[in-house]
Structure formats: structure tokens, C-alpha cells
């Protein structure tokens, strides 16, 4: 198979909804799992198969809590995840002659 | 019919996302989703509101009482360490509220750790003042207006500068009045400088 010219962009952060979560990580401190799936706008299954890549990759930290007797999934952005995404922001501005 | 056509549709859509999520972006898309993203999500500040209206009533009440007390007592200042030590019970309680209310900015972070320092400071400045013989409203309305003034700036909210404005031409000007008189201009200027710019960033529409 013949290789993509976008390859080089780390396949991690190259799909729309890991993007758009690392995006809202790299705004806000911490994100609960609600206002990640109301930016992301996608579904509870999906958000959690997304959630578990990018903490897999060590991309983003994962702490499960409680709030009152509800659970309550907070995730912030790691140094790792920090720098793969500064990367993925050049590799695509280079991409972009920006 | 109906109800099978429509299962099926859904059930189309939904691989559609999955092959989607899964899809690679070209440059230009990823840029897109990023800026989207971005854009889309808002820090609300809420949490600063609650404490310029919290912070607002309580220190704007105990220097009312301070004044009317004055001529009466020589405990005129007990409402301070009370109100004081009850607003800083409710900003605890507050602040482990925000922190399991899920998404916090790095801007709601800054703001509440600049407030906390300025508390801090706030009671030193008390205990310096007291310690040698000195009404301390001149340097609170100084530290106010510093906290009012930053948070208007970086938030980028007028009625919130314009307050840190009056509240530091409050301070500047409460040398010149006599010291009993200054217990009432801190109440008003503490009361109109943290309660209005408190609750039009309450009502304001992000």
C-alpha cells in the first residue's frame, strides 16, 4: 500500500474527535467527560473509546472521581500530550506554508 | 416500513461516525477542527462573579458596621474578623465545588490563586496596619483595586476596570478624609466596586 502524504502526522492526534479533545484539553485545565462530549459532539461510547487511546498514549491524565454519589471523569492535558500537539501544530502549519 | 427504514438509517449513520472518528485529517482539516474547537469552548465566570459578590457584601457590610459602631464601642471592628472568617469559610467551600464541577480554565485558575494571594495579603496588610496604630482601609482599597483592576484586564470586562479605576482613586482619596470617615468609603467603594461589576459578570453573555 502506497504510503499517505499526511503519515507523518501522528496518527494519535490525526483523527477529528482525539483533535478536538486535546484542543479543548490544551484551552481549559481540566475538562469533565460532559463538556468533552457537548464540544466534541460525540457519543458517550465514542468519547470513551477516544478517552482511552490518548490516556493509553500517556496524552492526557484520566482521574475518576465522584460527585456526590454521581461519577465524575475529569481529564487534563499531560507534558507529553502538551508536546505531541505543539508537534502535530507545526508538522501542519508546515503542511500549510503558514 | 417506517420504523425499519429509519433503524437502518441510524444504524448507517452511526458506522459513518465511527469510520469517521477514525478517519485521518489532511492539514488543513486538522487546522480546522483546532480552531472550531477552540473557539467553541468557553470558560465561564462564574466562579468570579460569586466572589466579587460574596466578597463584596460581606466586606462592604462589616465597614458599615465598623462606622455606625465607631462612636459607640470600642469593639466597633469585631464585625471584620467575623465576616472575614465566614467568607473565607464559603470561598473554600466554593472552591472545592469548582474544582469537581469538571471543566476549569487556566484563566479561573490564575484568577482564583491571584485572589487567594490578595487575600493573603489583605490580612497582612490588617495586622500590619493595627499592629502600629494605623487604619488599614487606604491599603485594602489599594489591594482591591489592584485584584479588580487585573481581573478586569485579563477577562476583558470593562464595568470590572472602570471599578479598579474608582477603586483605586477611592484609596488615593481616602487619605485626605479623617480616619473615622474612612470605614464608610471603603464600605461604598468595596460595595459598588465588587457588587455591580459582580453582577453584571453574573448576567454577562459569553
Known amino acids: 500500500m502506497m504510503p499517505s502524504k499526511f503519515d507523518v502526522l501522528d496518527p494519535i492526534l490525526n483523527t477529528p474527535v482525539r483533535l478536538a479533545i486535546m484542543s479543548v484539553l490544551l484551552k481549559l485545565k481540566q475538562a469533565d467527560f460532559n463538556t468533552l462530549m457537548e464540544v466534541t459532539e460525540t457519543t458517550q461510547g465514542n468519547m470513551s473509546h477516544q478517552l482511552k487511546k490518548l490516556s493509553e498514549e500517556e496524552y492526557i491524565a484520566v482521574e475518576k472521581t465522584f460527585k456526590g454519589s454521581y461519577p465524575l471523569t475529569i481529564c487534563k492535558i499531560t507534558p507529553k500530550g502538551r508536546k505531541a500537539f505543539e508537534t502535530y501544530v507545526c508538522s501542519i502549519k508546515q503542511y500549510l506554508h503558514l | ?206
Open chain 2, 1 to 206: 416500513m417506517y420504523h425499519k427504514l429509519d433503524y437502518i438509517w441510524n444504524v448507517k449513520r452511526n458506522i459513518d461516525v465511527r469510520i469517521g472518528d477514525e478517519k485521518r485529517l489532511t492539514p488543513l482539516e486538522g487546522m480546522d477542527v483546532i480552531m472550531a474547537t477552540l473557539h467553541k469552548t468557553n470558560a465561564n465566570n462564574e466562579d468570579s462573579a460569586f466572589r466579587f459578590i460574596l466578597w463584596g457584601a460581606l466586606i462592604s457590610l462589616a465597614s458599615f458596621l465598623y462606622f455606625f459602631l465607631q462612636p459607640h464601642t470600642t469593639w466597633y471592628f469585631i464585625p471584620f474578623p467575623f465576616l472575614v472568617f465566614a467568607g473565607v469559610l464559603v470561598t473554600v467551600a466554593n472552591e472545592r465545588k469548582v474544582s469537581l464541577a469538571g471543566a476549569r480554565s487556566y484563566l479561573q485558575f490564575f484568577l482564583s490563586r491571584m485572589w487567594l494571594v490578595l487575600g493573603i495579603s489583605f490580612g497582612s496588610v490588617v495586622f500590619i496596619s493595627v499592629s502600629q496604630g494605623y487604619v488599614p482601609f487606604t491599603y485594602t482599597l489599594l489591594l482591591a483595586a489592584i485584584g479588580t483592576l487585573v481581573s478586569g484586564v485579563i477577562i476583558e470586562f470593562r464595568p470590572l476596570i472602570i471599578s479598579g479605576v474608582l477603586l483605586l482613586s477611592a484609596a488615593i482619596g481616602s487619605i485626605y478624609i479623617p480616619d473615622s470617615y474612612k470605614s464608610l468609603l471603603h464600605g461604598v467603594a468595596i460595595g459598588g466596586g465588587y457588587l455591580i461589576p459582580g453582577y453584571l459578570l453574573k448576567n454577562r453573555k459569553l
